[in-house]
């Protein structure tokens, strides 16, 4: 299983990064590797989605439906995968105010993926491209809160 921590800065406000974090299903627009992303159900802090993720280097696709919960208040999300490709996908979004009135945008990840006869070499090459995948989409994120501040 291989954990992925990651953080970026902003200088957009928190409030404004936390609700564009908040709006998956425009992630596409802003991840090359994320093909879809659909919301199956928003019940107050709960949503739950499906994705389809793109593995280039492979030529597949990988799928997967996750829970988020949002805490408004404290600016955290909490996710894990409810069903699909992966054996292990879950983690914690934070978003905190810097000193300058930035955001600091914390990812802590764990996945891990099981596919049989290429597993052991997929496994690596999936955790080391979900690695560059988080750190894309921290500053993508970052970016577009930015440029709509």
Partial sequence: MGRIVCEQTSTAPVDAVYALAKQVEGFPEIMPDV???????RD?????????????QLGRRIRWTEQDEWDDERKVCTFDQVEGDYEVYRGV??????????TLIHLDLEVDINVPLIGALLRSVVTKLAK???EGMLAALARKAEAAG
């Fill in 93 to 102: 979004w934070t978003f905190s105010e810097t000193d300058t009135g930035g």
């Fill in 35 to 41: 093909e879809s992303v659909e919301v199956l159900s």
């Fill in 132 to 134: 560059q995948n988080a």
């Fill in 44 to 56: 107050g802090s709960r949503t739950t989605t499906r994705w389809v993720g793109l593995v280039r």
